[in-house]
């Protein structure tokens, strides 16, 4: 029975300082309730425990008992952050047996983005660990902040430990009856205005497409040992570590560390260790990895694999087939899975053969020009989608009207996606990436305008512009272009706390790769900033086609003699 299989954890728990936990307290609203999950050590493949869907079961009603306890009820919205530990399912989990709305942040945003998430969500409630800890810990320059937050003295009467919330609770919980259309969660994603969204979703369309395309996609079986190295605070973990493959009763690993600690093998020691067979990661990981070659991998048994997926960015080639040839040693197909926190599930499937996708069923793409033309046949253009599916969003958290406008305006009568695509001859798919303001970078979306906004946020600096450059890891990286006010100097100590100010206001994953010192910015009569031309300069590209809409063409000239080789 379903009671029966086993969930495997693997937790490389290292984190836990409630004292930095303590450290955001004033930034929350009056009211807000913290809870800490207990201490646990450890980075090392030692620490590692099973857990069976009855164990499960019992933790997660605890959990659901204790919140409301606190006086959750159904519809209360609950903020999470926690690093990728078992408390992290187990709260999801009794938010959703109790009716009440779960809000997950990266653990890996700043605490002024999770702020900002929780203000927008109206959470009372954040269950949290110290694990902003690690963070803090590789960026010595923010633990100042944070160490002078640290210093916030517990407030007995908002404040309470996990552990003594847990204690002497049930664990029979009978869950709630909830509507279909109620909602289940809320998910932030970047949005284009600089303003993350909250994408909603609802209990049975999301429960319903996730399972199915669990099982369809990566051909699940029961005797399959399934893995995403994704993190819950993203789409992907929501759906494809939590829902999908525990409401198909799969034996799964949650993994806590990173791909290269304590070695570069650990994620082919994993695969070892629990006989992997379904294995699901984004391109960022493989680029990683693939530059340690192939001895890592030669050090394990990979034989268990037998299908691999990927997600979160476009594969390039090389890392397609490295994946393929290296790590499926030609045997495993690989799944190129084409989504978005919107969509929730695989718009696009594809096939054994490098990154061709098809749609997954209920799936109706369609290819427009500019002018919002339906293209036949071979074509590249606009990616959007005819018709909703069960696991679509249902809205932008209080925001019916940017809903409609980002998604149903520019093309009525479509989803628009915001990516583009090519249809090759024989109708197959090609994603093309982001054709609207917006960044991947290692696989997180991340806005130009929210950077932007960060940046002028500097004292010293007058107007921003972020553009994407490739980068050989990460996909993309940020190329900033700043104008600074009169009398500041561009210096060293400017870009840190450029750097710094990115960092603390959004987190690490979008710290600038370079800044570029930029006296003025290409802008057209109306004063609109040609981000086409500053993408070019940050690629090098010398033909930059039609400038005859630029107010000063000269100012091109000089960014380009002024521009970043190596990194900042
Ligand atoms: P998010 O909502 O954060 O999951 O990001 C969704 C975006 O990631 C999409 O709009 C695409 O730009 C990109 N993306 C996700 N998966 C893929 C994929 N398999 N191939 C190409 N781009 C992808």
């Known amino acids: 029975s379903k009671m029966a299989i086993k969930v495997i954890l693997v937790l490389v728990c290292s984190r ?14 009056n009211g807000l309730i913290l809870i800490n999950v207990s201490f646990r050590e450890g980075n090392s493949p030692d620490h590692h425990q099973n857990i069976t869907y009855n164990q499960l079961l019992r933790s997660v009603c605890r959990c659901a008992n204790a919140l409301k306890l606190l006086g959750v009820k159904k519809g209360d919205r609950v903020a999470i952050y926690l690093p990728m530990i078992p408390e992290l399912v187990y709260t999801m989990l009794a938010c959703a047996r109790i009716g009440a709305v779960h809000s997950i942040v990266f653990a890996g945003f700043s605490s002024e983005s999770l702020c900002e998430r929780i203000m927008d969500a109206q959470c009372n409630i954040l269950v949290t660990a110290g694990n902003i800890k690690c963070f803090i810990k590789l960026e010595v320059w923010i633990c100042v902040f944070f160490y002078t937050d640290c210093m916030t003295p517990w407030d007995e009467s908002c404040d309470i430990w996990w552990d003594d919330l847990m204690d002497g609770v049930s664990d029979e919980c009978e869950p709630e009856w909830m509507d279909s259309e109620d909602p289940l ?22 429960m319903l497409y996730t399972s199915l395309t669990f099982k369809y996609v990566f051909d699940y079986h029961h005797d399959d040992v399934y893995w995403c190295t994704a993190d819950i605070g993203w789409i992907t973990g929501h759906s494809y570590i939590t829902y999908g493959p525990l409401a198909n009763g799969a034996t799964s690993v949650l993994f806590e560390g990173v791909p290269v600690y304590p070695h570069v093998g650990r994620l082919w020691e994993i695969i070892e260790k629990y006989g992997v067979s379904k294995f699901y990661t984004a391109p960022t990981a493989i680029r990683l990895l693939m530059k340690y070659g192939r001895e890592p991998l030669q050090r394990y048994d990979l034989s268990s694999l037998r299908v691999l997926g990927t997600v979160g960015e476009p594969i390039n080639p090389e890392a397609w087939l490295w994946y393929y040839e290296v790590v499926g040693q030609q045997r495993c197909p690989v799944i190129d899975t084409f989504w978005q926190t919107e969509t929730v599930k695989h718009l696009q499937l594809s096939k054994p053969i490098m990154n061709k996708t098809c749609p997954f069923f209920g799936v109706q793409p369609a290819v427009l020009n500019e002018h919002g033309e339906e293209l036949e046949g071979e074509a590249e253009g606009y990616l959007v989608f005819r018709k909703p599916w069960p696991g679509i969003m249902r809205g932008v958290y209080g925001n019916q009207e940017r809903f409609e406008s980002t998604y149903f305006r520019k093309f009525p009568g479509f989803y628009v996606t915001g990516d583009g695509c090519r249809r090759d001859k024989d109708g197959y798919y090609w994603i093309t990436g982001r054709i609207d303001d917006m960044l991947n970078v290692s696989g997180h979306l991340l806005s130009t305008a929210e950077v932007e906004a960060a940046l002028t946020e500097h004292p010293s600096v007058a107007e921003a512009a972020v553009v994407s450059r490739p980068h050989a890891v990460k996909g ?38 370079f800044i570029q010192n930029a006296p003025g910015l290409p802008k057209t009569r109306s004063g609109k900033i040609m981000r086409r031309v500053l993408r070019q300069i940050a690629r090098n590209e010398k033909d930059l086609g039609d400038l005859s809409t630029l107010a000063d063409p000269k100012v091109v000239e000089v960014l380009f003699s002024q521009r970043c080789e190596a990194a900042a």
């Not at 300082?17 to 955001?24: D, R, V």
């Open 476 to 513: 993309e990286c940020l190329y900033c272009f700043v104008t600074l006010k009169d009398h500041k100097e561009f210096n060293r100590t400017l870009m840190d706390e450029l750097k710094r100010k990115v960092r603390e206001k959004i987190g690490p994953i979008a710290t600038p790769d």
């Open 16 to 29: 836990g300082q409630h004292t930095l936990l303590k450290a955001m307290n004033p930034l929350f609203p």
């Open 185 to 206: 969660f809320i998910l932030y994603t970047s949005g284009s205005t600089g303003k993350p969204k909250g994408v909603l979703h609802t209990v049975t369309g999301y």
